[in-house]
């Protein structure tokens, strides 16, 4: 079995930064590609961000310049740093990795969410 572990969310002021974090444990074989995902409240989840297993990143129009994924396999582990943040940032963040435990299948796993809030 696999768990994805969120943290770094909070309260940040307008043009503040943050990092998130999302550490797989469990039976792991590779990490294929990582993604980041926000729901803000009453909308659907968006995709923010994509790292693939060879360092190939995608972003959403609105946090392009702003946001960064990384990744560091060594510890299992997807990064999302934010700057320059804007209210409409505000919402539920969520990882969401692709995780092969016996090197043959991928499966889709999802973290608990973490909760991140731009305002002053």
């Known amino acids: 079995q696999v768990q994805l572990v969120e943290s770094g969310g909070g309260l940040v002021q307008p043009g503040g930064s943050l990092r998130l974090s999302c550490a797989a444990s469990?039976?792991?074989?590779?990490?294929?590609?990582m993604r980041w995902y926000r729901q803000a409240p009453g909308k659907q989840r968006d995709l923010v961000a994509t790292?693939?297993?060879?360092?190939?990143?995608n972003y959403e129009d609105s946090v392009k310049g702003r946001f960064t994924i990384s990744r560091d396999d060594a510890k299992n582990t997807v990064y999302l740093q934010m700057n320059s943040l804007k209210p409409e940032d505000t919402a539920v963040y969520y990882c969401?990795?692709?995780?092969?435990?016996?090197?043959?299948?991928?499966?889709?796993?999802w973290g608990q969410g973490t909760h991140v809030t731009v305002s002053a």
């Open positions: 790292i693939s297993i060879g360092g190939s990143t």
């Open positions: 469990g039976t792991i074989f590779s990490i294929h590609s």
């Open positions: 969401n990795v692709d995780i092969s435990s016996s090197g043959v299948n991928l499966v889709n796993y």
